[in-house]
């Protein structure tokens, strides 16, 4: 199977900091997405980024395919925030990475 | 629009037992995915239903199985349980087979 690099794996910021998540992934795919883990389990979703770049809010994405790796941008960081952020890859399947833990205090 | 939903939302089962866990997808949706997540990993694929048949499976043993609904809903049944099935069942559905995929609240499973 494909192979999913996250980095780092844990991340402490204070409120109004900014933060780059990395995704680096072993083999082409054509899905990616990026999703935020909350307390209760559910995986809401962040981006649906194969490629490119996208912009919602404070977050950005960006996908470079061809050199197999995927950035997640937060930006003025908030408490709720906190969490843990996965990067899935795939086909019709998806590979994910172990995380990147978030936590933003006040 | 209602998005995906599982159910049950929490179940305690004994070693040996059997259990079958429920995913309705999202509406517009054909395509109904089930994962296993540990205490601090990321999810696993455990297989993946279209048009009512196992189309792909992950590396998951026999005791795993699964059936589609012509509703497209779904449902994972594990057999003979162990202490090391206890984790967050998560379903996806997507609305064309490998595309953007949205997840339910996930069944926490715990075998004592």
């Known amino acids: 199977g494909i192979q999913v690099e996250q980095s780092p794996p844990d991340l402490i910021l204070q409120e109004g900091a900014n933060s780059t998540l990395r995704c680096n992934f072993s083999?082409?795919?054509?899905?990616l997405q990026w999703f935020h883990q909350n307390p209760w389990g559910q995986l809401i979703n962040l981006f649906y980024?194969?490629?490119g770049t996208k912009q919602n809010g404070r977050l950005s994405a960006t996908t470079v395919a061809t050199e197999r790796y995927s950035l997640l941008y937060i930006s003025s960081s908030q408490t709720t925030d906190s969490g843990v952020y996965f990067c899935?890859?795939?086909?019709?399947?998806?590979?994910f990475g172990t995380g990147t833990s978030l936590t933003v205090i006040p | 629009d209602a998005g995906v939903t599982q159910s049950p939302t929490h179940l305690i089962k004994t070693r040996g037992q059997q259990v079958t866990l429920r995913c309705s997808p999202k509406?517009?949706?054909?395509?109904v995915s089930w994962y296993q997540q540990a205490l601090g990993q990321g999810p696993q694929f455990i297989f993946q239903?279209?048009?009512?048949?196992?189309?792909q499976r992950g590396n998951f043993p026999d005791r795993f199985s699964g059936h589609q609904f012509p509703n497209y809903s779904s449902e994972l049944n594990v057999n003979a349980l162990l202490l090391g099935d206890s984790a967050l069942y998560l379903c996806?559905?997507?609305?064309?087979?490998?595309?953007?995929?949205?997840f339910g609240q996930g069944t926490r499973l715990t075998v004592v």
């Open positions: 996806a559905s997507s609305p064309v087979l490998g595309t953007e995929a949205f």
């Open positions: 083999d082409s795919v054509n899905n």
């Open positions: 980024i194969p490629s």
């Open positions: 899935a890859v795939g086909g019709n399947q998806f590979y």
């Open positions: 509406s517009g949706h054909d395509t």
């Open positions: 239903y279209y048009e009512e048949e196992e189309r």
